[in-house]
């Protein structure tokens, strides 16, 4: 076996990119991409604060059957709340304008991406969007689910759906600007030699990512337009009175939905090759397969957003077409897992936070995917549409797949941020904590769903209570795995120990450079001349 | 300013070199009109839906627009192009003069799209009561209009909300049209834009070419569905 | 008893059927999860890193196992595809002698109508082994009209008839639930499917008292908003006899040609198109009638007689 060069003593540099410049206009009107990483990471941690609140008293209340703390009244607001905040203003934003802003551009050997000023702009669009939307909360909040569907939310609901809408819409613009910023940085400052097969498969995902940021978010921002002009002026576009049709509005949504639920997970699943092949100091088997399922991902999830349609009433030969394509989807992610697998055979497996993390994520997204197969199908589809089962399927794959893998990227990429090492066995434990808690809040809702509990439900038939207590208890440790990681990485960021430009081990441009990296990345232009991971010679080559 | 007038461009840090910088702010405009696309392509399917449920009321309602203010837009925006194409082609030979004057050109004409509808289509639609929302209530040439094609009030509203909506929307974005070839304006006195700049003009002209690209749908889609008796 | 219910009973004819898939596919998670967690766990273990900087020998890929684990599972999903398309096709299309009873959906109740007469809320009465067909409208949001021992949902939309079916095979008292929220009383939109024995079912409809069947409710409201003026009238001004126009196939003014159906009957009264050869002068009868009326009406026009018996236009 051959060996990397770990550094024995290793110190800060003198001069970096958080030390360059002081003050708090050198943060607010900064165009340096991993300073607005920064900026992005506290706010949406914020919102992230908010959408478990939610969550947290939502399971509370489902303790008792007849609801243990609320009214339906304000548990609609609650569940609405949490899907609105943790889907717009925290998962969409998470990887993507943490992880992405600060890693593209080293991770090609740029400077910075193609527009700094706009990258800056963005973030200012999304705090904008996101306090019009927490004021929306604070005045009464809206209770239309995160769905928004018509007649509900244009004609019948109360609440602040309109200023809701309007939050949004607003922070939707900050998500497409940063998507066309990305596919731009990575088409055209790529350092010499940085070939789209050299490329690490982060950014793979964060290209097929940012398409579909371009193509699916315009449709939502004009959908919430739409919404909002029917609210105020209620002229028939959705409401069947006046010969509007409200599936039509459905149909715009999901156009829109499917796509999103692709951003929320392709970028998670970027992180993961990175962590794997760091965590296994080894080439991602199947490179090209794993960067080529990446872009068709992305394309074939344009096709499928009937499958959340099946029972509208649409026409019974379309559902089908979207059902065969949604099986058609779950195929490149299958190879996905096989691949992450395949390279942990014969690796230097290490058991740091990173690669724990990435460990769930392969055995929970697995579940989660594979439960999806029961939604896409048709026949399954009508008695589980709807119900928890539903609800425990998308957990799954959003908290057991993109949030592990956006915590798992903090882990791993925390050194080379904040130039300090996090302490390692409270991360190992607060991601067993996650692991266990996660699977014992989501587990029972197979259960729940298959039973028929519906979801949205502020009250419910008694005998479902036992399994409501179960998925209760798991929450609670789920929150203080959640809560650990802030605490130490909070220490660790003032007092954690000095970890060197490459405290891993790992192969990539951003191990090249210190901890914490210089303001413009790199002293020189680097020339790439190897593969992705060239941790060494190939020398098992099979098949 | 001499710098500029001799040709020296200001390539921002992040990039190695002018051309990259070049190809990196053509592309992003490429990509914002994509994006463009999809934003109007949901209307585009709303309006696609209800126009086939109900196409007397499209019918009825498309023949109480006023053809002749849409013909104008057409020829105003298709000339609005033109000058705009030749203005780019000015500011690559570094022709400031010829640049402004194209500009102004087309400012002119967005400009004039943009007042002449509100002032006079717009407000003679809301004369006659066919703003949905607001004062919905067709009477007299125009009720007879839409009994002759027995259509129905509703679907007409709706027909007159996609109406409004599209080209409400559209005109925003010549709005935003006009006030980027203000600021090209502006550039160019500065001598930003002939020094070496001129792909902000090509830019420019991408957005405005899609913008006239849009109306050349909306026309025929609004205004000529059912033909003319 | 159990500690917690892990299946809903099996009650209707579709539910066996709907299960069995339900366990291959359960089955089938099982089986990959474990075969990945127990790869992860054992290379885990394994290959685990014994020097702090060591690097294993590299390995780029192998083609056979890409495709190979790429083409299983592409058929094992057409054939989860197949078999479940075709549960869901025979989950959505009833028997021709269902019988049919009617369900309103409102902010926050369910208003179920038997042809018979009698009116329920939030509860159905069904006699077992016999193919019922819901045909369902909402008068406000969307809501879905779910009775998970029957494995069956289906969502109640307004300005449309949406309709589902079952044979219900066990007596007995299941939930019904509301499936699609529809706001604050969402959660209390629920009630109860009781399957009666045939005939403790017919004593039940029979107890109903004074109750009139909807066909003849809506004889009632057809002469009394004036429809048989012009249905049919007289001279050139008369509309189409409805006599068995159900079911048959409608030619419009506008050149399309329209099934007689619920739906086509429904909208015919609330926003109606000019049929070929008629004047266009009916009148929508829209914010005059609720559901349950329009209902009543599809009912008397129903039973007017089957297409075979239709005159044509003099």
Known sequence: MSTVALETTPTLPEVHYLNADYGWRSWLFTTDHKRIAWLYLISITFMFAIGGLSATLMRLNLIEPSGLLFEPASYNKLFTAHGLVMIFFFLTQSIPTVLGNFLIPIMIGARDVAFPKLNLLSWYIYVLGATIFVLSLLTGGVDTGWTLYTPLSTTYANTNVLSATVGIFIAGFSSILTGLNFIVTIHKMRAPGMTWFRLPLFIWSMYATSVIFVLAMPVIAITLALIALERVWHVGIFDPGLGGDPILFQHLFWFFGHPEVYILILPSMGVISELVAAGCRKRIFGYSFVAFSSVSIAAISFMVWGHHMFLTGQSVYAGLVFSALSFAVAIPSAVKIFNWTATMHKGSVSYDAPMLYAIGFIGLFTIGGLTGLFLASMGTDVHLHDTYFVVAHFHYVMVGGAIMGYLGGLHLWWPKMTGRLYPEAWARFACLLVFVGFNLTFGPQFILGYVGMPRRYAVYPAEFQVLNVLSSAGASILAVGYVIPLIYFIWSALKGPIAGPNPWGAKGLEWTIASPPPTHNFERTPIVTEEAYAYGPEEAHVG | MSAEAHGATLVAEQFDDFEQQKHADTFGMWIFLATEVLFFGGLFCGYSLYRNLYFEAFTAGSHLLKIEYGAFYTLLLICSSLTMALGVRASMLRRPTSLTVYLILTWIMGAAFVYIKLRYEWYGDYLEGLVPGLNFAPHGESLEIINRFHATLPHVGLFFIFYFCMTGVHALHMVVGVGLLTTLLIFTRQGKVTGGNYNWVEIVGLYWHFVDIVWIFLFPLLYLIGGRY | ?314
């Open chain 3, 1 to 314: 008893m159990h500690l917690f219910p892990i299946r809903p009973p099996e009650a209707s004819t579709l539910a066996p059927q709907w299960d069995h898939l339900f366990y291959f596919l359960t089955l089938l998670t099982v089986f990959f999860s474990t075969l990945i967690f127990a790869l992860v766990f054992y290379f885990a273990i394994k290959y685990r890193r014994r020097q702090k900087d060591e690097v294993p020998p590299q390995n780029e890929g192998n083609l056979i196992l890409e495709l190979g684990w790429t083409i299983i599972p592409s058929i094992i999903c057409v054939f989860i595809f197949g078999w479940s398309s075709q549960l869901f096709m025979r989950s959505q299309r009833p028997p021709a002698a269902s019988t049919e009873i009617f369900v309103v959906g409102k902010q926050w109740m369910w208003k179920v109508q038997h042809p018979e007469g009698p009116r329920e809320i939030n509860q159905l009465h069904v006699p077992v082994g016999v193919p019922i067909k819901l045909t369902m409208t909402s008068e406000d949001v969307i809501h879905d009209f779910g009775i998970p021992a029957f494995r069956i949902k289906k969502d109640v939309v307004p300005g449309i008839y949406s309709t589902e079916w079952f044979t219900a095979t066990a007596t007995g008292e299941y939930h019904l639930f509301c499936d699609q929220y529809c706001g604050m009383g969402h959660s209390h939109m629920a009630g109860t499917v009781v399957v009666m024995k045939p005939e403790d079912y017919e004593r039940w409809l029979t107890s109903q008292m004074n109750v009139k069947p909807m066909a003849a409710e809506g004889e009632r409201l057809f002469g009394q908003l004036g429809c048989n003026t012009c249905h049919p009238g007289q001279g050139k001004n008369a509309g189409p006899s409805l006599q068995g126009l159900f079911g048959s196939q409608v030619k419009l003014q506008n050149g399309q040609t329209l099934a007689a159906d619920e739906g086509f009957i429904r909208q015919a009264i609330l926003g109606p198109q000019a049929v070929a050869g008629y004047p266009a002068l009916m009148p929508t009868f829209q914010g005059q009638l609720n559901e349950e009326e329009v209902l009543e009406l599809v009912a008397y026009i129903k039973s007017l007689g089957p297409p075979a018996e239709r005159k044509t236009k003099p």
